[in-house]
């Protein structure tokens, strides 16, 4: 799950702009989570992802970007796992 969070990370800082970021980050964490075994879990709610940045747009430079997936899996104990990226200052 820290892999998931970490790369859905990474590919909302490279993204273009605010747009195509937010549907980056929810496509890796999609097929991330299928290929874990969660398949589907996004839109049952079992997992959820949450995505905080430092500055509106996101897609500005030097914005800090942090995504938060939680498990509410009732078979599992909760999980909830972070990681934070940074916009390039050249962005």
Request: net charge negative; aromatic share 6%; hydrophobic share 40%.
């Amino acid at each position: 799950m820290r892999t998931l969070a970490r790369e859905a990370t990474r590919g909302f800082v490279t993204s273009a702009n605010d747009e195509i970021a937010f549907g980056v980050a929810f496509q890796i964490v999609s097929k991330g989570a299928s290929l874990l075994g969660f398949e589907g879990s996004i839109e049952s709610g079992e997992l959820e992802m949450t995505i905080e940045c430092s500055a509106r747009p996101c897609i500005s430079p030097e914005t800090a970007v942090r995504i938060t997936l939680t498990q509410n899996a009732q078979t599992h104990p909760k999980i909830k796992v972070s990681a934070i990226e940074y916009v390039s200052p050249w962005a």
